[in-house]
């Protein structure tokens, strides 16, 4: 039991830690809501195609990270080590937490017409960057070299760099 639970923690990473101080922080956020605020005004038809277009990207996004379970679930059953560079990990290397920082903050933002909600976002942008470098420690002990040279082709969060998994194959042969 005790490695099956060591199994979905090297599966899912940080991620659960991090939604849950997420949602304590919007929590927190909507609390102190009352006192401080920065309300702003937003057309409800405006507001609801903002609403549906992040729900749309959450939604791709979980389809997204689905995608990456599955790939590295084959891997949890044979006990093996492999650096999976396809699929969203062409675009970042931890899709799930920017599934996580593009959909749900924006969405309370949205919901509740409110600039106060930007706090939270920033400081689970600025701890996500932190979860990451932790979380990649492990992964260049693990990958060596080969996470090294896959870092400097995919981004870590933001997939400002486009399909960078592909040129990384491309480069190091593994097409």
């Known amino acids: ?31 102190i809501r009352p006192w401080i605020s920065f309300p702003f005004s937003i057309g409800s038809e405006i507001q609801i195609i903002l609403i549906l277009l992040c729900a749309i990207l959450f939604l791709s996004g979980m389809a997204w990270f689905n995608h990456s379970v599955n790939l590295i679930k084959v891997h949890l059953k044979e006990e093996t080590y492999e650096l999976i560079t396809q699929g969203p990990f062409n675009y ?42 932790i979380e990649e420690r492990d992964l260049l002990r693990i990958f060596g070299d080969r996470y090294k040279n896959y870092q400097r082709y995919v981004p870590a969060l933001l997939p400002f760099k486009g399909n960078g998994g592909n040129r990384y194959r491309k480069v190091h042969g593994e097409c």
């Open 1 to 31: 039991m005790k490695s099956l639970l060591i199994k979905f923690k090297n599966l899912l990473g940080s991620g659960p830690h991090l939604l849950l101080l997420g949602s304590i922080l919007e929590g927190l956020t909507l609390y």
């Open 92 to 133: 970042v290397r931890h899709p799930l937490y920017t599934t996580l920082l593009f959909t749900i903050p924006p969405i309370l933002i949205i919901v509740f017409s409110d600039l106060i909600f930007i706090i939270p976002w920033i400081i689970i942008l600025i701890l996500s960057h932190y979860i990451v470098l």
